[in-house]
């Protein structure tokens, strides 16, 4: 094998993040090779990845094996896949809480871990950061807005002044409370401007995914919570922007498409051409607009801002409640404005630990899960 041929696992590759994963490697096929394959349920796609792919690796989570035809994948966990010294970069594109324990591994195995699934940041950042030092291990953000600082830091001595993150507002944006409370999941499955997984569009509809991002920034780019501001971009074109110390501000621009934040995790520093990428066409651009955030209306962002100032355990019981909220919302059993309500009574009941071990973020996560279901009228 060719030394310049990154080897390449890929966690949750039947996902919007996974399947665009393979877009890109498919369109630079030289450069890569895949290792590694992994799926929570969706079988049928998993077998089609592996038969084009031919992973050595594979995982998936349902016990439903005879829909999995592989005569040559071996099955590992994620974790084992995530440390196998066979793997270069491991791409992180889970959902939720599930890409955690293989992060961890990842980054203790001193990979390259090009990061999408926000929740292990926003929960274990200080331990993920610490272990990616102690372990020379590369952490390589995919998600949009981090790849855009990303982009902008590169090559800069200073640390910025400000950093600012762009959302587009989501399908609601200008929603009054009173529509707020009577919307639908599929409404807020429609988002205006990115085709994303279930659970990052309804947290987009919400703003929460934003404020997921305020804490991803601080440990991704080690900066205090209170230089990291955001400013709704309906049109998404810009990523985020950072400002420096002498008042000028770089941003980073292209159209909504995660093939642009996936390939630059993978091929950087180097940039490499791609032809499906869409390139911008200024003369179909008829403006780019900002607007200050409704925090009143999308109490989601205070709610994680104020988590992330506490910090500790907080953001782990802000992401717990968060999750078990949005599934009973796709589930339509409590409404779009009850997001909000249980996430916050989960804040309010919990004494944050400041200092939290692994163990101590994991104890809290599953007492969350549970007490968001019973305060939601649940039983599990
Ligand atoms: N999509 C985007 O444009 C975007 C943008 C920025 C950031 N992100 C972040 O990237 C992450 C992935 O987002 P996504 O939109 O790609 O999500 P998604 O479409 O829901 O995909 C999630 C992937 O994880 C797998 N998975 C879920 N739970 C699992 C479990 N318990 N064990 C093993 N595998 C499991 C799923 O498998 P099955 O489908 O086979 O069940 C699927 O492959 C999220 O954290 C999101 O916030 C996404």
């Given at each position: 094998m060719d030394n310049s041929v990154k080897n390449i696992a890929i966690l949750g590759s039947t996902g919007s993040i996974g399947r665009q994963t393979l877009q890109v490697i498919r369109n630079l096929p030289r450069r890569f090779h895949v290792v590694g394959l992994t799926a929570g349920k969706n079988l049928e796609l998993l077998s089609e990845q592996i038969a084009e792919f031919q992973p050595k690796f594979i995982y998936y989570q349902s016990d439903n094996t005879s829909k999995v035809k592989s005569q040559k994948s071996k099955f590992l966990s994620m974790e084992d896949i995530a440390r196998h010294p066979e793997v270069d970069t491991v791409v992180i594109a889970t959902s939720g809480k599930a890409g955690l324990d293989a992060t961890l591994a990842a980054v203790r195995a001193g990979k390259n871990v090009a990061i999408a699934n926000k929740e292990p940041l926003v929960m274990a950042g200080e331990i993920i950061t610490g272990e990616a030092k102690r372990c020379n291990a590369r952490i390589l953000p995919i998600d949009s807005e981090h790849s855009a600082i990303w982009q902008c830091l590169n090559g800069e001595p200073q640390p910025p002044k400000r950093i600012i993150l762009t959302a587009?507002?989501?399908?609601?944006?200008?929603?009054?409370e009173a529509q707020l409370d009577k919307v639908t999941a599929s409404q807020a499955l429609k988002h205006p401007s990115w085709k994303m997984g279930k659970k990052v569009t309804i947290d987009s509809a919400t703003l929460m995914n934003k404020g997921l991002e305020i804490m991803e920034t601080r440990w991704l780019f080690d900066v205090p919570i209170d230089k990291i501001s955001v400013v709704i971009h309906p049109q998404s074109i810009i990523h985020s922007m950072v400002e420096f110390v002498d008042g000028s501000f770089k941003a980073q621009l292209s159209y909504p498409d995660m093939r642009f934040p996936i390939q630059y995790a993978l091929t950087q520093p180097e940039r490499v051409p791609n032809a499906e990428l869409p390139k911008l066409d200024w003369s179909k651009i008829q403006g780019l607009t900002f607007e200050m955030p409704d925090f009143k209306n999308f109490p989601c962002l205070e709610l994680a801002i104020s988590a992330a100032r506490t910090g500790g355990t907080c953001p782990t019981v802000l992401c717990a409640a968060d999750e078990m909220a949005v599934e009973l919302f796709m589930k339509e059993e409590i409404k779009f404005t009850d997001i909000a309500r249980l996430v916050r009574q989960a804040l309010q009941d919990h004494k944050p630990i400041l200092h939290p071990t692994l163990e101590d973020i994991i104890k809290t996560d599953e007492q969350v899960r549970k007490s968001t279901w019973k305060l939601a009228g649940k039983k599990k």
């Open positions: 587009s507002g989501g399908p609601f944006r200008g929603y009054s």
